[in-house]
């Protein structure tokens, strides 16, 4: 899960962290997305790992977590209808962009 990568909202974050150890869980938690993504500084990243080490409920958490990415990331693409998948580049304002399907095949 970790990486090289060190920037400073992870540095400035992981400094203001409490040790309160009854915050200690929740403040892990709100870095998990980006621990699983492997886009922590190396040294949030290792202290997350210490704090699992010793806590069975974070560590299942991390694990469920995982599990669900990668299932996710197993799945096919939705295909969104024509119509949707319009009406979604008119709202971000990307007509120029929307091709129509009978157009695609082209």
């Not at 400035?12 to 892990?28: H, I, K, L, P, S």
Request: charged residues 30%; proline residues 5%.
């Amino acid at each position: 899960m970790c990486t090289e990568q060190t920037e400073q909202h992870d540095l400035q974050t992981f400094d203001a962290w409490e040790d309160d150890a009854t915050q200690g869980c929740e403040r892990y938690l709100r870095h998990l997305s980006e621990y699983v993504d492997g886009a922590l500084s190396e040294e949030l990243c290792h202290e997350i790992e210490t704090h699992m080490a010793e806590c069975d409920n974070c560590r299942v958490v991390v694990n469920t977590l995982n599990k669900t990415v990668a299932l996710y990331r197993r799945l096919p693409a939705p295909e969104l209808p024509s119509t949707v998948r319009e009406q979604l580049y008119r709202v971000l304002r990307l007509e120029d962009f929307y091709t129509p399907p009978d157009a695609e095949q082209s």
